[in-house]
């Protein structure tokens, strides 16, 4: 298995989809287990996980959003 290089993951890191990066992060734990490569691409995860979360709560908030109205 080759290993991650860091100005590798520099240049093409913020290309790559949650899964992608998530596969990354596991090979390197069975692999190399370098501690600094962990935590990059630890918080590349984080980071895309949490866009994703968002974003799906945004969008149940607007699909369970009603206009009020008003009556007269």
Avoid at 7 to 18: C, D, I
Wanted: glycine residues 2%; proline residues 3%; aromatic residues 6%.
């Amino acid at each position: 298995m080759k290993q991650i290089h860091w100005r590798w993951m520099g240049r093409e890191l913020n290309k790559l989809t949650e899964l992608q990066v998530k596969r990354l992060l596991f090979m390197e734990l069975d692999g190399a287990k370098r501690r600094h490569i962990v935590i990059r691409l630890h918080q590349r995860y984080c980071i895309l996980r949490t866009q994703r979360e968002r974003a799906a709560y945004l969008r149940e908030l607007e699909l369970a959003h009603t206009p009020p109205t008003t009556s007269r």
